[in-house]
């Protein structure tokens, strides 16, 4: 079964988190077909959470916390530092007071 396209699966995520009350952007495009996607998870009280793309035990999509609870401006280098080691990633901003990341697939323990 062929991946879905990183473009297609950003719109469904700003979808999902504007359906649910939060406000989303794409703060930077990527690779429409297959770029990574890096999800910031802004609380709106000084703090973010950072959410990578990884793979489970068994090589299925998952996500790892980068940075959970982390000051904002800790979280946006994080966010800076990973985009400089691809140019070709997506990141997703998600504000949202309760630190929802209307991820679909599971999020793995630190």
Do not use: N
């Given at each position: 079964?062929?991946?879905?396209?990183?473009?297609?699966?950003?719109?469904?995520?700003?979808?999902?988190?504007?359906?649910?009350?939060?406000?989303?952007?794409?703060?930077?495009?990527?690779?429409?077909?297959?770029?990574?996607?890096?999800?910031?998870?802004?609380?709106?009280?000084?703090?973010?959470?950072?959410?990578?793309?990884?793979?489970?035990?068994?090589?299925?999509?998952?996500?790892?916390?980068?940075?959970?609870?982390?000051?904002?401006?800790?979280?946006?280098?994080?966010v800076q530092?990973?985009?400089?080691?691809?140019?070709?990633?997506?990141?997703?901003?998600?504000?949202?007071?309760?630190?929802?990341?209307?991820l679909t697939?599971?999020?793995?323990?630190?």
């Amino acid at each position: 079964m062929a991946a879905l396209k990183a473009s297609i699966w950003v719109a469904a995520l700003v979808r999902r988190a504007q359906s649910a009350g939060a406000a989303a952007y794409v703060v930077r495009r990527g690779d429409p077909d297959a770029g990574i996607v890096i999800v910031k998870v802004a609380r709106l009280d000084g703090t973010a959470d950072i959410f990578l793309p990884s793979r489970d035990m068994e090589g299925e999509r998952a996500w790892r916390q980068a940075a959970g609870a982390a000051p904002e401006p800790d979280a946006d280098a994080l966010v800076q530092r990973e985009t400089g080691y691809d140019p070709d990633c997506w990141v997703v901003e998600i504000e949202d007071r309760e630190g929802r990341h209307f991820l679909t697939e599971p999020v793995l323990e630190p």
